[in-house]
């Protein structure tokens, strides 16, 4: 004689207004009442959030194309080869402002990646508790003063001291005036003051990031390299610096993103001169500083839609700059997973 179950019937679950009724088997005959309508409106509104920002980004790169498109047209290859810009006369070319955007990116990278990244070990692996708090706000709180605060800075400190001392020094008692980049007249407003200003500037933004990085490195990635007869140094060379570097990259990255962009504080100490110069001693322009000196003094059209186009092209090797900063970071990160 067989043993008969009974099945009770099958009741209703109610689920903050929603009724869900079991079915026989695992799941749920009919799903969630009422959940359809909303789960469309929630996956309809975040669609359109995420559409919203490549559309923004699309927005501002077709409205400044087409007001720098006159310039362009008319110039065409040369606005971005020529190094003549004479409002008076009507011809402009992009190429010195070009030429000084990297350059003093470059410098600042340069002297604030270092910095940085020593800042970031120091940090992570050799400063106290009590010490690594104060010194990390500090560092940060580099990244909060204003730009015109760096540029007041630059012209009653920074520019006075490459003047009578470090110009002097490097031109002088080093003799490195043979060299075209440390040669020249010493003007104090310079390509050099543009790229020390702007490495203080990158710098929290680098130091933030490799810290950050470097302390999310497990510990026994630090333990198996000690374990190994390694030396404090040795560990953070061989296996902690390694195992952080795609991070560390996008640091820099990040901070090369902010030195191209960046108008006020280069304004005030590169020098404002639309010339090419191998010396890093001689003033220079850059794009933001350009269009930040002649953008409201733009005497006709032409002038106008000149400096869209210096925008435009500004903006087209921010992106470039980080689609490639994209690619080394994946490329990186790929390298060291197979490794």
């Known amino acids: 004689m067989s043993d008969v179950v009974a099945t009770p019937p099958a009741v209703p679950i109610t689920t903050g207004g929603a009724q869900a009724t ?29 559409v919203c920002v490549p559309v923004l ?67 992570s692996e050799f400063a106290p508790p009590w010490l690594r708090q104060p010194v990390a706000f500090f560092v940060d709180l580099l990244a909060a003063i204003p730009s015109v605060v760096y540029g007041v800075w630059g012209i009653f400190v920074l520019i006075p001291l490459l003047r009578t001392a470090l110009i002097p020094f490097l031109r002088d008692t080093l003799h490195l005036s043979v060299i075209p980049l440390f040669s020249g007249p010493n003007y104090g407003y310079s390509m050099l003051a543009a790229g020390m200003i702007l490495a203080i500037m990158v710098l929290p933004y680098i130091a933030s ?24 140094w040795e560990m953070i060379r061989g296996a902690l610096l390694p195992y952080a570097k795609s991070g560390i990259i996008g ?3 990040l901070g090369l993103g902010r030195a191209l962009g960046e108008t ?28 930040a000196n002649e953008f409201s003094e733009a005497s006709g059209d032409l002038h106008l ?10 903006f087209v090797i921010t992106i470039i700059v980080n689609a490639i900063a994209r690619w080394l970071v994946w490329e990186v990160s790929r390298t060291g997973s197979k490794g």
């Open 22 to 50: 079991p079915s026989g088997g695992d799941g749920f005959e009919g799903g969630i009442e009422g959940s359809a309508l909303g789960d469309r409106i929630y996956a309809g509104v975040i669609w359109l959030f995420a």
């Open 305 to 314: 839609s000149a400096l869209m186009a210096v925008g435009f092209v500004l």
């Open 251 to 253: 640091g820099v990255i």
């Open 57 to 123: 980004l699309v927005l501002i790169a077709v409205s400044i194309f087409i007001a720098g498109w006159p310039a362009l047209h008319r110039f065409g290859l040369s606005f971005l080869t020529s190094s003549s810009w004479d409002p008076v006369n009507g011809k402009f070319g992009a190429a010195p402002a070009i030429y000084g955007t990297l350059v003093s990116s470059a410098i600042a990278l340069v002297i604030a990646t270092p910095l940085a990244i020593g800042v970031s070990v120091f940090l």
């Open 209 to 232: 990031v490799s810290r950050e990085v470097l302390m999310a490195v497990p510990r026994s990635q630090r333990e198996a390299a000690l374990a190994l007869g390694a030396t404090k």
């Open 264 to 291: 006020m504080a280069v304004t005030m100490v590169i020098g404002n001169r639309a010339e090419i110069s191998a010396s890093l001693f001689a003033p220079a322009y850059t794009m933001a500083s350009l269009i």
